[in-house]
Structure formats: structure tokens, C-alpha cells
């Protein structure tokens, strides 16, 4: 399976966001899907997570501000940002910890996709 990432851009402070990250492959289940960023010079950090089931968990950091998503019928996950700030800026990571695809029920784990580059303009 790939992620594929895509979104990025940008933006003022204060302004919006959306990305999407988009599982191809003959997807069966994916456990949890999550955003990751790692900015110049810091370690990669975790922004929100999702389950199958829905239940999300979110960096203090961006609590209230973005909002995690998953569509399973299109395989894809999406982070809305709003009220970005100049600390938001980074690349952008989506992962996926365990998938299961067809036609073998392949089980992988810990899947990234690309980056995508995310600049917030004071």
C-alpha cells in the first residue's frame, strides 16, 4: 500500500488548511491513521490520530484548532487546520500503523506517505 499526501501549502497566520492523505491498493482495514510533522532542526511529532472506529486524539498543541477525519470508503484521511499559526510550520506526514490489503490479506505496518510541506507566514 502507498499514502499519498497532498494539501500543503502557504498560508498566513490565522488562515486554513486542508490535507488529505489518500491509501492506494486493495484496502481491506486500516487500524490507526494519524499526522505526523517534524519541523527544521526538531524531532518528528505526532498532531492528531484517528481510529477505524472514530475516536481521535490530538496534540495539546492543536487542540481546537485541527480536526482529524477518515473517509473508509475513499481510504483517506484528512487534517483541517484552521487558526494556523507560524509554529505550524513543518513537513507534514500521514501514516497508517497496520493495513490489510487484498488479494493475500498482506498485513503491513507502520506505513508513511510523502511529506508535504506546510508554511505559516507571520
Known amino acids: 500500500v502507498q499514502l499519498q499526501a497532498s494539501g500543503g501549502g502557504l498560508v498566513q497566520a490565522g488562515g486554513s488548511l486542508r490535507l488529505s492523505c489518500a491509501a492506494s491498493?486493495?484496502?481491506?482495514?486500516?487500524?490507526?491513521n494519524g499526522w505526523y510533522r517534524q519541523a527544521p532542526g526538531k524531532q518528528r511529532e505526532m498532531v492528531a490520530t484517528?481510529?477505524?472506529?472514530?475516536?481521535?486524539n490530538y496534540a495539546d498543541s492543536v487542540k481546537g484548532r485541527f480536526t482529524i477525519s477518515r473517509d473508509n470508503a475513499k481510504n483517506t484521511v484528512y487534517l483541517q487546520m484552521n487558526n494556523l499559526k507560524p509554529e505550524d510550520t513543518a513537513v507534514y506526514y500521514c501514516?497508517?500503523?497496520?493495513?490489510?490489503?487484498?488479494?493475500?490479506?498482506?498485513?503491513?505496518?507502520?506505513?508513511w506517505g510523502q511529506g508535504t510541506q506546510v508554511t505559516v507566514s507571520s
Open positions: 501514516n497508517v500503523d497496520r493495513v490489510v490489503t487484498l488479494p493475500f490479506h498482506l498485513v503491513e505496518y507502520n506505513v
Open positions: 491498493g486493495r484496502i481491506v482495514s486500516m487500524n490507526v
Open positions: 484517528v481510529t477505524g472506529g472514530g475516536s481521535t
